[in-house]
């Protein structure tokens, strides 16, 4: 396994109004993170928040290429961005779930408490599979095939890599003391997108070549 420091690059906010970010996902302009009572679209260039759309927004967040889906308490909602309106509901997997991804038609869910990432079907919320992890997991994504999740627990946060048939952890970044990670997502290259819990800030770590 690969231990290295995480290079952050860059830093968003605090934001107006935000106490906490909890998931983030990104649509290919804009990083959506979650603030609580709201979804909040960041253009990542100005650093600028563009707007917001009113809905429970306590945990992870994703984007399938159309819509958001957000985990709000027990459930997980599925909303048109354009609008805002919640198109459906279904079931959240467990009892602490934290991150939220999508990738190859499927959505991916952190398990924070059980330390747990489970793949469910989009439609039904129906559990597919599930991996181990031994670290309190927070944001999950994939990229290029490779699956990156959260940790944070006290004052320790890294981003992992772990092999998705095994669990196995294959890489880590280590955050710097005090510094969590709550979501988590990539940009497609060489870009994380991390929310900052309490900090109620976003972060950019570079991805490792």
């Known amino acids: 396994m690969k231990h290295s420091a ?46 917001s759309i009113d809905v429970a927004a306590h945990a992870g967040t994703a984007f399938d290429g159309q819509h958001l889906f957000q985990i709000a308490e027990d459930r997980i909602q599925k909303i048109d961005p354009k609008t805002g309106r919640v198109l459906a509901t279904i079931p959240a997997p467990g009892g602490s779930d934290s991150g939220l991804t999508w990738a190859e038609g499927t959505l991916w869910v ?25 670290r309190f997991v927070t944001g999950v994504t994939w990229v290029d095939g490779e699956l990156w999740h959260g940790t944070w627990e006290g004052d320790e946060s ?26 988590l997502e990539s940009d497609g290259a060489d870009q994380f997108f991390c929310g900052g819990g309490n900090s109620g800030k976003v972060r950019v770590v570079r991805r490792p070549e």
């Open 6 to 51: 995480a290079k952050i690059i860059r830093e968003y906010g605090p934001f107006p109004g935000v106490d906490h970010v909890h998931g983030v996902t990104y649509d290919g302009q804009q990083v959506w993170f979650a603030s609580g009572d709201k979804l909040n679209a960041l253009d990542p260039a100005s650093g600028n928040t563009l707007r």
């Open 110 to 134: 952190g398990e924070y408490r059980d330390r747990k990432i489970h793949q469910i079907d989009p439609r039904t919320g129906a559990i597919l599979r599930t991996i181990e992890s031994n």
């Open 158 to 183: 890294e981003l992992r890599q772990v092999d998705p048939r095994t669990g196995e952890v294959l890489e880590s970044l280590k955050m710097p003391s005090g510094v969590g990670v709550s979501g």
